[in-house]
């Protein structure tokens, strides 16, 4: 794509394909240039183009209309298949991060969470056509940016950015590429996000100050928090040198009221439900009927306080040379406190006395637990995780040089860095409902299940409550962090026939991606010598919630914060040394990884144009060198260090064996990803544009696939096998062969018909499969009653692990913008999706128990809603406008859900009889925002957002069959977050 820096410029707001209220438009900063598109020139007309990319120059944007023609002239324009938004001044889109000022474009997701521990009530990951978030790139001015993760079960690291961290503030604009270039950095196999922020040079006043300040309403807690952006631009007067500082402080309240299932279990054949149930004996152990582990009453709360800035200046000593020194960082305190008040199914079905009870679909639907003196029928977890965060940072120093009329330099240097940390999580796990009855019935997919403990649960009762134990890992600090050298050129042709010009550049990279220390409880805790069951040391003193999702629980009893660190600080043992002369050392190796990765890019693209039609082509060649260091309790490769003895979970027997150790893995790759881009006017007026593109994509897999963490279900026999979940450092990156091809009608100013279709064939994409691995098995070397000495004894596992597959992705994309009148305006966009991908593996057999390396068939890709549907409208005038959005996208795949081991062992097999890894789908969603604006005079405006407005339930389930097991879809979790109300008065000098 012929995207010089004029093009660039000449991208301002595009105002009907995003979420947003709009204010008029600042023309403070030079939103910048004219169109260098050669689309339908003249030879002499290319040259004078290029000559006018040599000179920034200034479009006067008064308003929402005037910015969406040019933002339609730039996509127009544009020789690749690109959608743009831009963002003039602070707190004029509806968004509250960059994912929402692009979520209205076709063929861009947004998901509300990282991963498995469900959504939100703000927009943290984007996505392209229907694909997973890590098949999208994001970058910021063509770099990458490091992010990471709060919450602890993200800390294996995805390659997707966290938008979290991005106020909508730092844009200048954003530019969505749905097809590749040589010119775009690799790692986006389904397309790149690029963010370009503000230049000071680009402001057209020598002094510039901007101003939001406002607060937000959260409607579940209750509450109303600062909000609080600003900027100030100088430049002198001959507009050579200038600085740009801006600062951001964000404070937000969230609560979300829950219920989750955390997994199934089957009944074990020979159990007493199995008995009761009249359930068939079966020789695996399994009667093949399932039911709920856990189900409660989950309450969340949090305090997000986003805090940063950035400061950019530059420097234009000639008329031929520029530099730019541009720093940003963001910081997100994330303090949380989670509750789980649970039904203690997972254990007690198959044990307890059983009425009321239906059967459905293999499944448990429901049952009425008879209570029994001295059984606990219910388990409440209360965790507190102070001082959670997440960063991301960079520094970069830019130059750009033109050398002659014809050929341009461009130099960048910089570094990046995104970290996420848990240091401490302070928890207390209770065994409650002591000689109660409980019972529970679920209403399918759409509703939370009905539940109930008996006994009142909203007092704390110490005759009724016990201490399970006290776990959790805590330490950890995950760096996600990059360096690297870019320089690019292009040198423009005078008079080479079709040949416009030439693009070529190198990239070198160094990335690192870790998490080099962890600390848990136990084993063994409740022999350490502070340890104490005697409940009546705790605080008596407690407060108390309800959660409509649960209601059939009422209130239910919870412990501050603070008096959760009191008693973690008192009875639990985390020992943070994990030197070998710490014999109790809590130092968990299995939460430890190291990833570097060399990258060397090089590329060339040559750019063509003639009458009615344009475009580019070009290869990128790429080379890696991957070192992965994971840890193991055996050794499994040649390159490997230990054993190490420094970890009480891990030890080191008399006899020299146990242990941990590091293993690491090599590779290298080189790949040549080629790329074309072709677009052709078919009528005379330009209106009528059809465009065609086929490239090779590459991206590397995520970390946490890579490396990141491993988890293991013991078996409770010798001799027996258990299970776990882990990663595979041997994967290959993905490649994707792409297609697409696109009709777009521009039959006015401000108005657009387009529809486009995409395939890509994934090669080495992943899914899941088997592998044998021997560990020790905790349950067994550290049973005192059974192994008084605490000698190591190991067992094999069947571990499931992401394996290379391939897959398809097709879709279409239909986009419709309508002007209606003068003020009005509204838009429609739909976007179909439609991935499968082949060759992994069943873990299960229909029972539940376990398979080895079953050919699991079809299976759909990661992220992929089948529907996207977008519905805009808009009202403006020179003083008010208005804005309502709604956004819709299908049930999708959010990959493999790692489940806890239940308690119960299979009396056949030793194995628990809780499944360890459950297909994971979010279902359905829709989403209401409403933005309003009014503008009182040149330097004083205000906006009201409004987000959430239908206070949408998130729907989750696990979908059996896609396991191998013998059961459909089942509900896993819902989730509500609330409405959130942002007022904010706008300042302007």
């Keep these: 794509m012929n995207y010089r820096k004029t093009l660039l410029a000449a991208s301002i707001i595009s105002g009907l394909c995003i979420s947003g209220t709009l204010f008029a438009q600042d023309s403070d900063q030079a939103a910048t240039n004219t169109n260098t598109n050669t689309t339908s020139q003249s030879k002499q007309d290319q040259a004078k183009a290029r000559e006018q990319a040599k000179t920034l120059g200034t479009v006067m944007v008064t308003g929402l209309r005037e910015s969406q ?25 509806p968004a509250k991060n960059v ?16 991963g498995s521990e469900g959504g939100f009530d703000e927009a943290d990951r984007a996505s392209l056509r229907g694909s997973a978030p890590s098949l999208t790139l994001t970058t910021v001015d063509g770099h990458n940016i490091g992010s990471g993760d709060w919450f602890i079960t993200g800390g294996g690291g995805t390659r997707s950015v966290s938008y979290a961290m991005l106020p909508s503030e730092i844009v200048s604009q954003v530019v969505v590429h749905k097809t590749s270039e040589a010119s775009l950095l690799e790692g986006g196999a389904a397309g790149t996000i690029d963010i370009i922020t503000r230049k000071p040079l680009e402001f057209s006043k020598q002094l510039s100050a901007e101003a939001s300040v406002g607060g937000v309403y959260s409607s579940l807690p209750d509450t109303t928090k600062p909000q609080f952006n600003g900027l100030v631009n100088w430049k002198n007067d001959s507009d050579t040198f200038g600085i740009l500082a801006q600062g951001f402080y964000e404070v937000r309240e969230l609560q979300r009221d829950g219920q989750e299932m955390l997994g199934y279990s089957y009944i074990p054949t020979g159990s007493a439900a199995a008995k009761q149930l009249g359930l068939p004996n079966n020789a695996s152990g399994s009667t093949g009927v399932f039911y709920p582990n856990l189900p409660g009453s989950v309450l969340f709360t949090q ?65 009425t637990l008879a209570g029994a003196p001295g059984v606990s029928q219910g388990i409440y977890d209360m965790i507190s995780r102070p001082g959670e965060s997440e960063s991301s940072q960079y520094v970069t120093l830019d130059s750009n040089w033109q050398a002659t009329q014809n050929l341009d330099f461009k130099f960048q240097l910089g570094t990046t860095k995104g970290t996420g940390n848990t240091p401490v999580q302070d928890i207390m796990e209770m065994d409650t409902g002591y000689g109660a009855s409980s019972s529970y019935s679920t209403h399918g997919l759409s509703s939370p299940m009905g539940v109930s403990l008996g006994g009142n649960n909203g007092v704390y009762n110490p005759a009724t ?62 022999t350490d010598i502070n340890f104490t069951t005697n409940s009546t040391l705790w605080p008596a003193s407690t407060q108390s919630y309800t959660n409509p999702l649960s209601s059939g629980l009422g209130s239910v009893w919870y412990w501050t914060p603070a008096q959760l660190a009191q008693l973690n600080n008192t009875y639990a ?80 027997g008399t006899d020299g064996t146990g242990g941990w150790y590091w293993n690491f893995y090599q590779a290298h790759y080189t790949k040549a990803l080629p790329s074309f881009n072709l677009k052709f006017n078919l009528n005379d007026d330009g209106s009528l544009l059809a465009r065609f593109a086929a490239s090779q994509t590459l991206t590397r897999q995520d970390y946490g696939q890579l490396a990141g963490f491993l ?69 067994l070397t550290f049973n005192q009653a059974n192994n008084p000495t605490g000698a190591p004894i190991y067992s094999q596992y069947l571990i499931s692990q992401p394996v290379n597959v391939n897959g398809t992705l097709k879709g279409v994309e239909l986009n419709y913008i309508q002007p209606i009148g003068e003020h009005f305006g509204t838009q429609v966009s739909y976007t179909y999706a439609n991935g499968h991908s082949s060759g992994g593996t069943y873990l299960y057999n229909a029972d539940g128990t376990f398979a080895n390396n079953v050919a699991a068939g ?54 628990s009889n809780t499944m360890p890894l459950l297909p994971y789908y979010q279902a359905g969603a829709g989403y209401l925002s409403l933005s309003l604006g009014y503008t009182l005079n040149d330097h004083v405006s205000f906006s009201f957002d409004a987000m959430n407005l239908n206070n949408p339930k998130l729907r989750y389930y696990d979908y059996g069959y896609q396991a191998g097991l013998g059961f459909g879809k089942v509900p896993e979790a819902f989730y509500q977050n609330g409405r959130q109300y942002y007022l904010n008065v706008n300042f302007k000098l």
Aim: some cysteine; proline content about 4%.
């Design 69 to 93: 023609a040019l933002s339609l002239d730039t996509k127009k324009d544009a020789d690749s298949h690109v959608e743009v938004v831009s963002a003039v001044d602070i707190g004029k889109l």
């Design 99 to 114: 994912a929402d000022t692009i979520a209205q474009l076709p063929g861009v997701n947004i998901s509300d969470a990282a």
């Design 303 to 367: 305090e997000r306080k986003r805090k940063g800035g950035s400061i950019d200046l530059e420097w234009k000593p000639l008329d031929n040379l520029t530099f730019n020194l541009d720093g940003f960082y963001s910081h997100m305190d994330a303090t949380d406190y989670n509750r789980n008040y649970m039904l203690r199914l997972r254990d007690r079905v198959p044990t307890s006395t059983l009425s009321n009870y239906t059967i459905d679909g293999n499944i448990l639907t429901g049952a």
């Design 465 to 526: 409550v016990g201490l399970d134990w006290i776990f959790g890992d805590q330490g950890i600090h995950v760096v996600d962090k990059e360096n690297w050298f870019q320089a690019d050129g292009e040198f423009d042709f005078d008079d080479a026939g079709a040949l416009s010009s030439l693009q070529f550049g190198i990239r070198d990279s160094r990335h690192t991606h870790d998490s080099l220390f962890a600390v848990a409880q136990g084993p063994n805790f409740a």
């Design 573 to 652: 043992n985390r020992a943070s040394t994990g030197l070998a002369s710490d014999v109790a050392s809590r130092f968990y190796p299995f939460d430890i990884y190291q990833m570097t990765e060399t990258n060397k890019a090089a590329y060339l693209q040559v750019n063509f144009a003639g009458t009615n039609w344009s475009g580019n082509a070009g290869v990128r060649l790429v080379g890696t060198d991957e070192n992965i260091g994971y840890t193991a309790g055996s050794i499994q490769q040649n390159n490997y260090s230990g054993p190490y003895c420094n970890s009480a979970f891990y030890p080191c």
């Design 711 to 779: 988890t293991l279900s013991d078996p409770e026999k010798v001799g027996s096998m258990g299970s776990g979940l882990g990663p595979n450092p041997e994967l290959k990156p993905l490649v994707s062969t792409n297609f697409d091809a696109s009709l777009e009608w521009y039959f006015a100013p401000r108005g657009l018909l387009s529809a486009s279709v995409y395939a890509m064939d994934l090669n080495n994409y992943y899914d899941y499969g088997t592998v044998t691995r021997t560990y020790l098995n905790s349950y």
């Design 858 to 911: 079809s299976r759909p890709l990661y992220g992929t809603s089948k529907s996207t549907v977008n519905v805009s409208a808009f009202y403006e005038d020179k003083q008010w406008n208005a804005r309502v959005n709604y956004t819709y996208r299908s049930s999708f795949y959010d990959g493999m859900m790692p489940v806890q081991a239940g308690t119960l062992a299979n009396a056949v097999t030793g194995q």
